[in-house]
């Protein structure tokens, strides 16, 4: 069965990056694109961008440019988030999920908590 | 960007009744919109595509309508297992994402 495994809770300072991971298994990983989603209580789900998993290209929405990073190891089926220069307002959760347009599988998403 | 105001906010129904949620789009998003369910703690899960497109294994209860910039989501026969928040989100203009209906029962 498909499943996207996420990496642990990040508990980070500002000012400092962290890089979450998104494991698939269950399907071809470069057949899909792995996009990212932002989750708060107060600004909702945001789209952050994905990566084309064969190509390694990528698609950021224009507020997080500059602020995540993509990539994709093919040769473990897992993709990577990093978020830099972190300040308070990155606190949320994070996903990974399968597909650039609609999103048919999620990880458990990943806590970044970002505090002095 | 396109915006996505979902109605109402939250809501509160009974067991076996029919359960409708809108969305509205601020400009015409051709059917290119999704719902999602997502339980406390959970991660959100894929409903219905393309407006009307049951995803594969989602109880037929479920059911999606509306073109342009007015779609719906109908619950019918509102189960126990149904209370969560629901969100649209549409993929014809970048993607955005609705603020939500959270489903209670009464």
């Known amino acids: 069965q498909v499943q996207l495994q996420q990496s642990g809770a990040e508990l980070a300072k500002p000012g400092s990056s962290v890089k979450i991971s998104c494991k698939a298994s269950?399907?071809?990983?470069?057949?899909?694109?792995i996009s990212w989603i932002k989750q708060t209580t107060g600004q909702g789900l945001e789209y952050i961008g994905y990566?084309?998993?064969?190509?390694?290209?990528?698609y950021y929405n224009e507020k997080f440019k500059g602020k995540a990073t993509l990539t994709v190891d093919k040769s473990s089926s897992t993709a990577f988030m990093q978020l830099s220069s972190l300040t308070p307002e990155d606190t949320a959760v994070y996903y990974c999920?399968?597909?650039?347009?609609?999103?048919?599988?999620w990880g458990q998403g990943v806590m970044v908590t970002v505090s002095s | 960007d396109i915006r996505m105001t979902q109605s109402p906010a939250s809501l509160s129904a009974s067991l076996g009744e029919t359960v409708n949620i809108e969305c509205l789009a601020s400009?015409?998003?051709?059917?290119?919109l999704a719902w999602y369910q997502q339980k406390p703690g959970k991660s959100p899960q894929l409903l219905i595509y393309?407006?009307?497109s049951l995803q594969n294994g989602v109880p037929s209860r479920f059911s999606g309508s509306g073109s342009g910039t007015q779609y719906s989501l109908k619950i019918n026969s509102l189960q126990s297992e149904d209370v969560a928040t629901y969100f649209c989100?549409?993929?014809?203009?970048?993607?955005?994402f609705g603020g939500g209906t959270k489903l209670e029962l009464k």
């Open positions: 989100q549409q993929y014809n203009n970048y993607r955005t």
């Open positions: 400009e015409d998003i051709y059917s290119d």
């Open positions: 393309n407006a009307n």
């Open positions: 999920a399968r597909r650039w347009y609609y999103f048919d599988y």
């Open positions: 269950g399907y071809t990983f470069t057949s899909y694109d």
């Open positions: 990566i084309n998993t064969g190509s390694g290209g990528t």
